[in-house]
Nanobody, 119 residues
């Protein structure tokens, strides 16, 4: 069994900051890419940021310069530091990880954490 547990969501005023965390646990052999996605009300899920096992990062244009993704491989944890938040960042944020178990590779998802930015 593998679990991804997110934390750090909440309500913040525009211009504020939040830090999301996502810890993977269970029978994990290794983890490749880790990422954050979000789904706003009435919209499709979109990729926010991704980080490779070696630390290479990519961001959606809408969050470049405001969000920073990082990871702690020793803790199997990925973070998303969100600064200068805007109301349009309001969404449920999900972490995703490409995890290798003894049975092979597979994508795993967290349960989601709500981020609400008030104007």
């Amino acid at each position: 069994q593998v679990q991804l547990v997110e934390s750090g969501g909440g309500v913040v005023q525009a211009g504020g900051s939040l830090r999301l965390s996502c810890a993977a646990s269970g029978s994990i052999f290794s983890i490749n890419a880790m990422a954050w996605y979000r789904r706003a009300p009435g919209k499709q899920r979109e990729l926010v940021a991704v980080i490779s096992s070696g630390g290479n990062t990519n961001y959606a244009d809408s969050v470049k310069g405001r969000f920073t993704i990082s990871r702690d491989n020793a803790k199997n944890t990925v973070y998303l530091q969100m600064n200068s938040l805007k109301p349009e960042d309001t969404a449920v944020y999900y972490c995703n990880a490409d995890i290798r178990r003894t049975t092979g590779w597979g994508p795993y998802w967290g349960q989601g954490t709500q981020v609400t930015v008030s104007s």
